[in-house]
Every structure is written in C-alpha cells, then in structure tokens.
C-alpha cells in the first residue's frame, strides 16, 4: 500500500535517530571537517606564499596542486565501494585516517622540486581514500531515514566550518614554525580529534539479536538497494548526474568569476570582496534548511527549488548597476544557498533512489562525474572570457544551467525510490 504524504513526510522533527546516533553525527562532522578536500583544499590558499618564499615556486604552478587533489578524489571515489566490500566501512576509514596522518607529517620533507607536492596532492586521496566524503555520507545515510536530509547537511557542514578555522589556524601555526608546521597541524586534527572518535565511535548500525539453536548472535543488517551495474545504466542516474553536474558547473563559474565580475561592473575591490562574503554564510544556512526540508516535503521538490534559486541571482546580477549593493548581495545569497545544498541534495537522492547496497561505488561514480567537471570548469571560463572580454556569457550560462538542472530533476517526479529495503512511489 502506498503511504500518505504526511506519513512519508512529517511535519514534526523526530529525535529518535539524533538519540540513538548522536556520536555518528558528530564524527561525521569532524570526518568531513578534517578531510583533504575539506582541511587542506581551504587551508591550502594560507599555505601558498609561504610556499612560494621557501622554494621559489610561482602561484600558478602551487594552485595547480589543487587539480592533482581534484584528479586523486575523482579516482580514489571509484575505489572505496571495493574498499569497503572487502575490507568494511570501520576498517577503511581507521586506516586512512592513519595514513592520512603519515602523508601530512611526509610532507614536512618537501624540497625544492615541485613534482613531489604534485605526486603528493593525488596520491594522498588514493592511499587515504576512506577519509573522502562518501565514507561519511554512507555512514549517516546507513545510521539515519527519517532524519537522513538534516543530518547529511550538518556533517556536510563541516565544510564551511573548514572554511572559517582553517586559514587563521594555519597562519597562526605557519607563523610559528614555518610551512612545515602547517602541514603537522594538518596531521594533528585528524590524530587528536577524528581517529579518537573514529576508534570509539564508527560502527555501521546492526539488526536485532538472532536467536539460533545453539546460541545468539548479531546478524549484520544488509543494506537494500540496486546493484551498481543496474544504477549507472538506469535514467534516473543519467537525469540525476545530468542535473547535479549542471549545478556544480555553475557553482564552480560564479565562484571563480564573481569577484572579478563585480569589478567589471563598476564595484570597488574591497566592495566586492565584501559582497562575495556573504557566499559563505549562505552556504552553511543553505545546507541546513535544504537538509531539513529534504525530511519534511516531497524531495524533488525541494532539490529542483534549491537548485533553481541562482537562475534568480543571476538574472539579478544581468540587470544590477554597481551602485544596488543590497540587490547584489541578494544574488550572492541565491547562488551560495544553492551551493550550501547541492551536495547534500546528491548524497540524498543517491541513497534514495539506489538504496545503501552500491552507495560508495554508486555516490562514488557521480562523485568522480563532478570532480572532473569541477577541475576542468575554470579553465573553460577562463577561455570563454579571453574571447568575449567579459564574464556576462559565463552569468548568463550559469542562469540556463540552474533552469535546467531544476527541470531535469522535476521530470523524476514519478521515479520509485528505497525506502526501508522496499521500492515505493516517490509522489503520490
């Protein structure tokens, strides 16, 4: 029988989940707070020109290193779902955080050719590959149902609380003991904070005690969901990678350009900087509201509306003069909201639709899908303002791609989802 709207959506928070995986939710966040393409990618911009001072090294050829990082997560998101078939999601993860640890402190010996920091940047999310994302996504999306919107969107918050500590910490520390402290703080966050937490608390949630003739045992609950040759071959991933990789491709634009942009318009720098401050903070409000909305109200919905708001912010930033400051904050905050969402809304749908059985390979496909699109946008950006002098064919790219992207997910409407091991009608 197919349940209710308001059964399948309720409007009250349920707290069952927080009481019973509170600790979860927590290693989750400081797992996603401490990871590479969290702690480092952020910290990184810190480290450059004490970089630079050290060995010489110019800001293009140390900001080139972040696309070896993209390049590691993209290949290394393909391997966890064998990792974890093989090994176990508890294992994987202890161990590269272990090794995430080493890699740091190897770090500290750096010398003066600038391939080893390249080999470095994509070899680490290989040899650490269960500290990525997905681990911490598929360990909330295994823990919380009910809840599993909000509670992907505060450890998934750790992001941003990555993008407030990081910098000032690393000067701090740099400050202190040159570049090379840098790095040991890197390794330190994840030794004190993560593999404490990860030792006591990271346990994939287990069925009720089976009684057997001879005696009780644990069963290990296994998971629901399609197999990942059956999901990467079904359209609803297509439709789902078509409209998130739209999303991230627009992201990556406005964030890249849009100080810049603003320049362009006649807006001050400092000025500018400060509008793009508000990016931010509505990266963290939008995580958080899609994350509880995605509980509550019918799913697609609520990601098409989320990923359709930069369409309005950039339709604003087409026909805003320099002089409406409050009108180009106001843009700002639609494209940062999306933003804060479009990952939470990825981790979701992907759990929804093909279950916990594949995640990590499934989530890890689309992962390795948006990496790549997020390395290789800037460059295309960079190549479409060099032939029209302005940024405004990027904007106004940014506006289609958000209008499709929601339209895209609106047209799987109908689709079944999991739910509790069991295929269901997704709206009514």
Known sequence: MMSTPSSRYPARLDITEFRLAWRVLILGLFGVCTSMSAALLYGFGTMVIPLQDAFGWSRGELQASITFLFAGVAVASQLLGWLYARFGLRRVAIISIALQVACYAALTQLTGNITWLYFAFFAMPLICAGTIAITWTQLISLWYERNRGLALAIILSGTGVAALIMPPLLAWSIQLGGWQAGFVLLALMPLMITLPMALLWLHVPIASPVKTRDQEAERVKIPAGMRFAEARKSRVFVLCNISLILSVSL???????????????????????????????????????????????????????????????????????????????????????????????????????????????????????????????????????????????????????????????????????????LYRAEMS
């Open 251 to 421: 992201i990556v634009a406005m964030v890249t350009v849009m100080v810049p942009y603003l320049q362009d318009k006649g807006v001050p720098a400092l000025t500018a900087s400060q509008i793009f401050s508000a990016f931010g903070a509505s990266i963290i409000v939008g995580r958080l509201l899609v994350g509880y909305l995605l509980d509550h109200y019918p799913p697609i919905l609520v990601s098409a509306a989320a990923l359709f708001t930069p369409a309005i912010g950039c339709a604003v930033l087409l026909s805003t003069g320099p002089e409406a400051t409050a009108l180009l904050v106001f843009a700002i905050i639609c494209i940062g909201f999306s933003a804060g969402a479009e990952f939470d809304i990825a981790a979701f749908l992907m759990a929804r639709y093909f279950g916990m059985r594949d995640y990590a390979r499934i989530f890890g496909l689309h992962l390795g899908l948006v990496t790549i699109v997020a390395g290789l946008s800037p460059a295309l950006f960079g190549y479409v303002y060099s032939l029209h002098g302005n940024y405004d064919p990027v904007v106004f790219y940014a506006l289609v791609a958000a209008v499709g992207a929601a339209l895209t997910l609106l047209s799987l409407r109908s689709a079944p989802a999991y739910h509790s091991g």
